[in-house]
T-cell receptor, first 114, second 112 residues
Framework: DGGITQSPKYLFRKEGQNVTLSCEQN?????MYWYRQDPGQGLRLIYY???????QKGDIAEGYSVSREKKESFPLTVTSAQKNPTAFYLC?????????????FGSGTRLTVV | DQQVKQNSPSLSVQEGRISILNCDYT??????FLWYKKYPAEGPTFLIS?????DKNEDGRFTVFLNKSAKHLSLHIVPSQPGDSAVYFC???????????FGTGTSLTVIP
């Protein structure tokens, strides 16, 4: 079955460390997205990518970085510059903007800074 | 500024009754809307969609209504079941837009 896989499910990071969250999809989707969920704030877009080797900042990109070297993979690095990284991170994919489709989400990664 | 708003953080409904979840948006360019359901520690799952050329879309127990003039949409669940207890997000996208904008979610509890 096709799907989108995020790993790890839980991640702990010490202050000052960078950490990378994995996101892989086998849906042959062109577009991929990273969202952050905080209590009472819904889902906020961090970065998105519509094609390989191209990505754009979302509403809250500061302190994050991404790469899109392969269609299937869209890893997110939370850098030490992110002031409040503890959150639930969701990766999603879609056929692409304007296609009238929906996002398929992964199961999320809970990041906690200790 | 929040372009999609869900003003009710929580809702409790008796099993078998109707659940009505509301969503408002501010951007008149939005023309495609989705509802997602989310359980704790899981990713959201797609529930139902509606485009601006329609004012109603049904899928089993779930119906979404769109009032473009009021910039308002609602999700009706009839009859409500305990398994429907989850957080529901509405999302909106504009023509040719690059992303969906999500509301803050409404936590639905269906009481057996």
């Amino acid at each position: 079955d096709g799907g989108i896989t995020q790993s790890p499910k839980y991640l702990f990071r010490k202050e000052g460390q960078n950490v990378t969250l994995s996101c892989e999809q086998n849906l042959n989707h062109d577009a991929m997205y990273w969202y952050r969920q905080d209590p009472g704030q819904g889902l906020r877009l961090i970065y998105y990518s519509q094609i390989v080797n191209d990505f754009q900042k979302g509403d809250i990109a500061e302190g994050y970085s991404v790469s899109r070297e392969k269609k299937e993979s869209f890893p997110l690095t939370v850098t030490s510059a992110q002031k409040n990284p503890t959150a639930f991170y969701l990766c999603a994919s879609s056929r692409g903007p304007g296609t009238g489709g929906s996002y398929t989400f992964g199961s999320g990664t809970r990041l906690t800074v200790v | 500024d929040q372009q999609v708003k869900q003003n009710s953080p929580s809702l409790s409904v008796q099993e078998g009754r109707i659940s009505i979840l509301n969503c408002d948006y501010t951007n008149s360019m939005f023309d495609y809307f989705l509802w997602y359901k989310k359980y704790p520690a899981e990713g959201p799952t797609f529930l139902i969609s509606i485009s601006s050329i329609k004012d109603k879309n049904e899928d089993g127990r779930f119906t979404v209504f769109l009032n473009k003039s009021a910039k308002h949409l609602s999700l009706h669940i009839v009859p409500s079941q305990p398994g429907d207890s989850a957080v529901y997000f509405c999302a909106a996208s504009a023509v040719g837009g690059n992303q969906f904008y999500f509301g803050t979610g409404t936590s639905l509890t269906v009481i057996p």
